[in-house]
């Protein structure tokens, strides 16, 4: 088993998790791990906002095989470790070269869901088992808890200040305890799909579902109130700004809903929002879509808290996986089989074309390293 233990990035994942919390709140790393990455689109907020500037150029460190295309994210460790989803295993991958340290059997496909690190080293992760499960730090099984038939666990899980994990089922959302125990279950209307639960400062949980609802739940299970924001909502979880307005994507665009459920604005675009949005510490909000045919394949948006389109780039594919974003503005999102680098204003800085498309979303590591993982079944690492 191979580790890596650098102290200077340890200082700095500390110091990046410190400025994180500085700029936007604690939610998220009471119980999350420490690190630079600890789950999908980097806090329980999903702002998509790294305290790390990341690559400014497309150099390729080194890329990790996996048995399938990757269709979900990395998340990182308070080493630096990397937890990928690779078939029907979990496993660890060595920052510094793309070895591996482990790969744990999980019983069922890791597809859309990406894993979460908490504070104790834990690693919890959807498998299409019906399963979510939980491995300690040596890749050794914690627990996992069963949703029911046909239920898979294919949403990212997100970990409160106390320990509870969400995470979406069928058409429940579920609260479970750290010790893998049942806390509450909460019925929707719909199907969660692969949509994501977020977790704002007050400890109310977003979730959307397949009707176009969305829905806010107390931290008893409770629900506080429902919102139809959309014809559907299918992959899109909602990311949340500092002033806790939440944005959505839709089949008809992008949506921003008050924290009492009132819709603010609507903003449509060419095509369905399939992609998490991410909030720069401006409030810009950054999200692509899947593009109209005979207009454009795929369009990517910047647009201000107040719902005005700043800038597109227009692309020749569909949008798909959240955008990430550096601690200088730079925006890095995927088009198709492509990795795009923007500065704020979306002016292209670099890009780089993978074997396939890429669907899932990335993470950015302490040093500033970018890891993508494609459908070609490459995670790719690229160099600060």
């Known amino acids: 088993m191979k580790k890596t233990h650098i102290l200077a990035d340890l200082f700095r994942v500390l110091i990046a998790g410190v400025a994180f919390l500085d700029a ?3 939610v998220g790393f009471a119980q999350l791990a420490v690190s630079a990455w600890p789950m999908f689109q980097h806090d329980a907020r999903h702002t998509g906002q790294s305290p790390v500037v990341g690559p400014a150029a497309a150099n390729v460190k080194w890329t990790y095989h996996s048995l399938q295309g990757f269709r979900s994210a990395s998340a990182i460790g308070p080493d630096g470790t990397i937890y990928v989803g690779n078939g029907r295993l979990l496993c660890a991958v060595d920052p510094s070269d793309g070895s591996e340290e482990w790969c744990t059997y999980i019983g069922g496909a890791v597809k859309f869901s990406s894993p979460a690190v908490l504070v104790d080293g834990t690693i919890c992760v959807g498998g299409r088992d019906n399963r979510l499960h939980c491995l300690n730090a040596d890749g050794s099984v914690n ?31 579920h609260a479970l305890n750290l010790d893998g125990s049942l806390k509450w279950i909460v019925a929707l209307g719909s199907a969660i799909f692969t949509a994501s639960p977020t977790l704002a400062t007050d400890g109310t949980i977003y979730v959307g579902s397949l009707d176009g609802m969305l829905h806010a739940v107390n931290a008893d299970g409770s629900i506080n109130w429902e919102t139809k924001v959309g014809r559907f909502i299918k992959f899109s979880a909602p990311s949340i700004a500092t002033d806790g307005t939440v944005y959505i994507g839709t089949s008809e665009g992008l949506t921003a809903v008050n924290p009492d459920g009132t819709i603010r604005w609507q903003v449509p675009t060419l095509g369905r929002v399939y992609s998490t949005a991410a909030i720069a510490t401006d409030g ?37 996986g959240a955008p990430t974003i550096g ?21 292209l800085i670099w890009s780089y074309t993978t074997g396939a498309h890429i669907i899932g979303s990335f993470s950015l590591g302490v040093d500033g390293t970018l890891y993508v993982g494609s459908n070609d079944r490459l995670l790719y690492a690229f160099a600060p």
């Open 24 to 26: 936007s709140s604690s």
């Open 284 to 320: 810009t909000i950054y999200v692509g879509s899947q593009g109209s045919i005979g207009v454009s394949p795929g369009t990517f948006y910047a647009i201000s808290p107040a719902g005005t389109v700043l800038q597109t780039y227009d692309s020749d594919d569909s949008f798909r």
């Open 327 to 347: 601690a200088d503005g730079t925006v890095y999102a995927a088009s198709g089989s492509q990795i795009l680098a923007f500065n704020p204003l979306l002016t």
């Open 143 to 173: 627990f996992s808890y069963r949703v029911g038939h046909d239920g898979d666990v294919s949403s990212s899980p997100v970990v409160a200040p106390d320990g509870t994990i969400y995470f979406g089922g069928t058409r429940r959302l």
